[in-house]
């Protein structure tokens, strides 16, 4: 719950920014000089861009989340049993070992959203955000195919 609070605060912040942002964008191409207009056009790029990428977010999240609450309705969702460190923290080794067997079960299903799910979970807890979002992005992809492909 404190993580969704933060998420509004800094999404009301950003559609502040947002609302200011394509303000002064319209004040610029509301003027009569050719300048102000070319500088409004280019500052109207920025929110549109800010506008796609918060869409872009909040979509991965609300998918994220959707497909953890299928697995844990499945009882397929990894315990978070890892020892921890004092600042909460997962500690690295242990990550590192639990993160065997989900690599292993990604590359015995590839086309499993369930099993690349898992492995960017595993991904995250041994500090990999990068991976961690790029399995993540292709379990999203595959489950949107499974879901929207229509059974035989």
Not at 59 to 72: N, S, V
Not at 74 to 89: A, H, Q, T, V, Y
């Amino acid at each position: 719950m404190k993580t969704k609070l933060w998420v509004g605060a800094i999404l009301a912040l950003f559609v502040f920014y947002l609302w200011a942002a394509f303000g002064s964008a319209w004040r610029f191409l509301s003027a009569a000089e050719p300048t102000a207009k070319v500088i409004g056009a280019a500052a109207l790029v920025l929110p549109v861009i800010g506008v796609w990428i918060l869409i872009r977010e909040l979509l991965f999240g609300a998918r994220t989340q959707k497909m953890a609450h299928i697995l844990e309705a499945e009882g397929l969702l990894p315990e978070d049993n890892l020892p921890k460190l004092p600042s909460g923290r997962i500690v690295k080794e242990a990550a590192d070992e639990a993160f065997v067997a989900y690599r292993e079960e990604a590359e015995a299903h590839p086309e499993s959203w369930r099993s690349l799910h898992r492995l960017a979970l595993a991904y995250d807890a041994a500090g990999d955000r990068r991976n961690a979002r790029t399995v993540m992005k292709r379990a999203i992809a595959l489950y949107r195919k499974e879901t929207t492909t229509p059974a035989p």
